[in-house]
């Protein structure tokens, strides 16, 4: 079983150099003061329980740790591991151990005076002192992380590598990726070195010549990326947030291994219960094929597997654990243009069209929600704009009513602009209905590629005005009207407050936006070489959903042929593939058992050792052939490959493997690397290094990342479009940003996304705009759909809340309530001394 973070105590290892029990101790000697069998489960139960109490604590003593001592730390101990493993023989294992070990220190060294610069530097990218936090920073603290994760792994090999418990191919998996992880971001740091050089003072994101960047681009796609979706798969995160990162991980790899077969709904459920099995316990195929997906499948590819939420069973059940509200109806707007006063003359009045970009105008549909039923909300001319939104529609009205609600929410959702409605993001809504005690309007604005920009802005910007104008219809008399979203709904948030500014119509009280994306131009920043780990936002995603919203994307071929089919043709063609996945998986898993239960043991397998030598160091010592006892999940993709076309059926294990992992017809997605592959992976590193320019032009002589065997994918890197203010709200001009209302940010430390918000936040303090920034650490992109998962979570969606009501609340309240005490700040974990992340 692959895991994301140590699965030993810290709290029981024995710090190195401790006393080892006699070698010539023998069993009896080791009974003769052993308390009684029912004290001993006493114990185990109580350690247990200390366990899990005393394991987290562990883990923040070594992330306390300042970067110097943590480093030499690592180096001593990977000193001591080298030297114990260099002594046991000439077996391969000891020899990999005792290799990987010579790698960490060598990564170890060359990374930590690297972090020490731009530790040095990192403060002048900050909003201010109280708000330490930009992309070098969140670098650096992921390597730290990753430093951390070694050290304590170091530590556990150190005090148990003579126990007979000793797993050795597991914990020599996961030392290998985590090496492989560290040398990939020693990579990123001497990046983000570069940008230090080629950015002007104080801006995080590139802005020089576009050759430039198309450049550094095309050499930073080229990075191997795999180990980060396989064992190492959300280190860097919060431990609680780590299983629903493997869960989302395996989902995806086998929805993305029958996407191409044109399957769809019920069908590639059905297909993908049956093969996650192998993606569940082989992380190094689930990361192999994790990068191949993210490279080279379409965004309509994303598009599918983000609005899986939206089936109707999956957001029932979501919606049966949220809060109960007395109102949750989506309404079709009429596109009919209407009049609205302006700001500056209220007897001036100024047309609000409906949206035509692209195909022409048509509804715009918004989902209302209200924790209780209050005036306007069951009237006539509100229940005539009542789309049917299936059983979750009926309602039991309430006789009682409560009255109008002084304020009013308007909510954007995120989805990358191409996927995702107010159904996904229902949930959070629920409570924040609740706890703000205000109607909420959720916008379901159109998706791109279908409807590129500036339709989602046009149908925004509609139904906002839309809102404000009839409040009393939605139980709100618009006293404070608060625009929240977050990822892509934070930016439509800020392009909306921007286009009322220019029609000269009420623009928001504030606005609260959760980790937006300010800046949709491909260029680099800090942060965003954070992508190249980043499990939610991979950088080729991002590139896919911006270019898809730029109108670089084509409509998706296949929607021709479900059209074709129609609501009946695709209901009875996906129950015919559910049967046929249903009776294809259960043969599959038959014919598994049956080979399983008929394998032969291995004939080659050692005699047991004498017990003053442990069957660790046994099996450290053994030589290992091409039938030796390595697991196979401790193989390459390319060994596999091998080894399943020249083997024979007598060895029924790998003749399986091969069959399962193997392609089984042409339209398949080949996700094993061949002989060709590799042969193409060692000409490209070979030309690397022998090349003065390129990758190597940023790095130290000697050092050689990691590089990807796939091909590099075409990003696009200059679009006049995406240059558009009310695309990328951060290249606004001043004159434009001046008209925003107060601003509150709340971004993730660890965000691709994160120097978006700095740099924003940073323009709107120059020009002596009111705007805040939050910063949480150790959570994810998108972090409010998760809201429910977890402690941390829940924390940083109370901060948004809490951000929303300070918008709400009149002036002379908030201005009074901040005087007497200001927001509380969010209780999480306390970042290392020498990068403090949270805000």
Known sequence: MDSDQPTESLGGTKPLGGTEPPEGTGPSEATKAQPPKKVILGLKNRSHRLWRKVKPKAWLVIRSMDLRTMTQSLVTLAEDNMAFFSSQGPGETAR??????????????????????????????????????????????????????????????????????????????????????????????????????????????????????????????TLHKGCFYGRCLGFQFTPAIRPFLQTISIGLVSF??????????????????????????????????????????????????????????????????????????????????????????????????????????????????????????????????????????????????????????????????????????????????????????????????????????????????????????????????????????GNLCFTVSLRAAAYGVRVPDGIMAAYPATMLQSTASPSRLLSLIDPLLPLSVLSKCVSAYAGGETDDQSNSEEKALGMMGLVRRDTALLFRDLRLGASSWLNSFLELSGQKPHKNVPKTESMRRSVSEAALAQPEGPLGTDSLKNLNLHDLSLRGSSESSDNPELSMSAEALGPSKPSDINFLLGPEDSRQEMNEMSSLKDSPQGMNAAFPKGFYPKISNLASMQIPIYSPIVKNPFMSPLLAPDSMLQTLPPVHIVACALDPMLDDSVMFARRLRGLDRPVTLRVVEDLPHGFLSLASLCRETRQAAALCVERIRAVLAPPGAAASRHARSPLPRSPERPAPAPAPLLV
């Open 96 to 221: 990999r151990l005792s290799g990987v070990f010579s790698g960490i220190r060598e990564q170890a060294l060359g990374l930590e005076p690297a972090l020490a610069s731009l530790l040095g530097v990192a403060h002048n990218f900050d909003l201010d002192p109280e708000t330490p936090a930009n992309g070098y920073r969140s670098l650096v603290h992921t390597a730290r992380c990753c430093l951390a994760h070694l050290l304590h792994k170091a530590r556990y090999v150190a005090s148990n590598r003579r126990s007979i418990f000793f797993r050795t191919s597991h914990n020599l998996a996961e030392l290998e990726a985590y090496l492989v992880a560290l040398t990939q971001l020693r990579a990123l740091v001497y990046y983000a070195q570069h940008l230090l050089t080629t950015n002007r003072p104080g801006h995080l994101f590139f802005e020089g010549d576009d050759t430039v960047i198309a450049e550094f681009l095309r050499e930073y796609v």
């Open 256 to 489: 993305g291994e029958h996407y191409k077969r044109k399957e769809t709904g019920i069908s590639v459920t059905a297909s993908s219960l049956f093969t996650s099995g192998r993606f569940a316990i082989d992380p190094e195929l689930r990361g192999a094929e994790f990068e191949r997906i993210i490279q080279n499948l379409d965004v309509h590819f994303w598009k599918a597997f983000w609005n899986i939420t939206e089936i109707e069973v999956l957001s029932s059940l979501a919606n049966m654990a949220s809060v109960n509200v007395k109102v949750s109806r989506l309404l079709s707007l009429p596109p009919e243009a209407f009049e609205m006063p302006m700001t500056s003359d209220p007897k001036l009045m100024v047309t609000i069209s409906p949206p035509l970009a692209h195909t022409g105008p048509g509804p715009v549909y918004v989902r209302l929600i209200s924790y209780d039923l209050r005036e306007g909300q069951d009237s006539e001319a509100l229940s005539s704009l009542i789309k049917s939104d299936g059983p979750r529609s009926l309602e039991l009205r309430p006789r009682q009513q409560a009255p109008r609600s002084p304020a009013l929410v308007i909510h954007i959702h995120g989805g990358g602009f191409v996927a995702q409605t107010s159904k996904s993001h229902e949930p959070y809504l629920k409570s924040w209905a609740q706890e703000l005690g205000a109607p909420i309007v959720s916008i379901d604005y159109s998706l791109a590629p279908e409807a590129p920009f500036p339709r989602a802005l046009e149908e925004c910007f509609f139904a906002y005005c839309w809102a404000v104008k009839h409040c009393a219809l939605l139980g709100s008399t618009g006293e404070r009207i608060c625009l929240a979203g977050d990822s892509a709904g």
